[in-house]
C-alpha cells in the first residue's frame, strides 16, 4: 500500500528557480492538499483540491501554482524560488471519516 | 476566521501515567470536526483522532481520547498510560476539513 507519495524527499535551489514537488496517492480520494510547516508555526495550507479540475487557495497560496489534472496526482509548483520558501512541505489526501492521510514530507532549501 | 490554538509549547510526563494536552477552536459553523495528529522526530505526520461536532461521545482510540466540551470550544487530547515512544509533537487541527487548520503544536517528553 503505497498511499501518499511525496518526490523529492530533498531539494536545494537558489533563489529564482523554478521546480515542482510532486504528490501522487493510490486510494482514490477525491480531496488533496499541500501544507507546508515552518519551525513553531505547526503546518500551514497552501492549495487543496475537491477533485480533478478544481482547485483552491489556503492560508499561504503566495508563491505556489497548483494543478489537478489526475484524480492521482496534485504537484505543487515554486515559478521562482524564494528564501522565505524555505520549509517542509507535506502533500495529504482526504479519506473516510475526513481523515487525512500525510505524504513524508519534502524538506525545501531557497539559498 | 478559523482558529486553533494550543497553549502548551512544552510538555512532561511521567511513564505510565496520563496527560491531557490542550487544544481551543474558533468556528461559527454549526458542523466542524476536530483532529489530532503526532509528529514524531522522524518528521512523518500519524492520525490519532478525530471528533464530529455532532458526535454525542467523547471519541476513543485506544490510549488516546478526546474530552470534548463543545460549550468550551475545546478538544483536549488525553493520553493514557504514557509509553516513551509518545514522546512526539502533537497538533490539533479543525474544524474546517476542507481548510483544516492546525494548532502550533506542544512538544511532549515522556520520562522514564
Known amino acids: 500500500n503505497a498511499g501518499v507519495t511525496q518526490t523529492p524527499k530533498f531539494q536545494v535551489l537558489k533563489t529564482g528557480q523554478s521546480m515542482t514537488l510532486q504528490c501522487a496517492q493510490d486510494?482514490?480520494?477525491?480531496?488533496m492538499s499541500w501544507y507546508r510547516q515552518d519551525p513553531g508555526m505547526g503546518l500551514r495550507l497552501i492549495h487543496y483540491s475537491v477533485g480533478a479540475g478544481i482547485t483552491d487557495q489556503g492560508e499561504v497560496p503566495n508563491g505556489y501554482n497548483v494543478s489537478r489534472s489526475t484524480t492521482e496526482d496534485f504537484p505543487l509548483r515554486l515559478l521562482s524560488a524564494a528564501p522565505s520558501q524555505t520549509s517542509v512541505y507535506f502533500c495529504?489526501?482526504?479519506?473516510?471519516?475526513?481523515?487525512?492521510?500525510f505524504g513524508s514530507g519534502t524538506q525545501l532549501s531557497v539559498l | 476566521a478559523q482558529k486553533i490554538t494550543q497553549t502548551q509549547p512544552g510538555m512532561f510526563v511521567q511513564e505510565k501515567e496520563a496527560v491531557t494536552l490542550d487544544c481551543t477552536y474558533d468556528?461559527?459553523?454549526?458542523?466542524?470536526?476536530l483532529f489530532w495528529y503526532k509528529q514524531p522526530s522522524s518528521g512523518e505526520m500519524i492520525f490519532l483522532i478525530y471528533q464530529g461536532s455532532y458526535d454525542e461521545q467523547n471519541a476513543t482510540e485506544g490510549r488516546y481520547s478526546l474530552n470534548f466540551q463543545k460549550a468550551r470550544k475545546s478538544a483536549n487530547l488525553v493520553i493514557s498510560a504514557s509509553q516513551l515512544g509518545d514522546s512526539a509533537m502533537y497538533f490539533c487541527a479543525g474544524p474546517s476539513a476542507r481548510q483544516l487548520t492546525f494548532g502550533s503544536g506542544t512538544q511532549l517528553t515522556v520520562l522514564p
Open positions: 495529504a489526501s482526504r479519506g473516510p471519516l475526513e481523515k487525512l492521510f
Open positions: 468556528t461559527s459553523d454549526q458542523s466542524y470536526g
Open positions: 486510494m482514490n480520494h477525491e480531496y
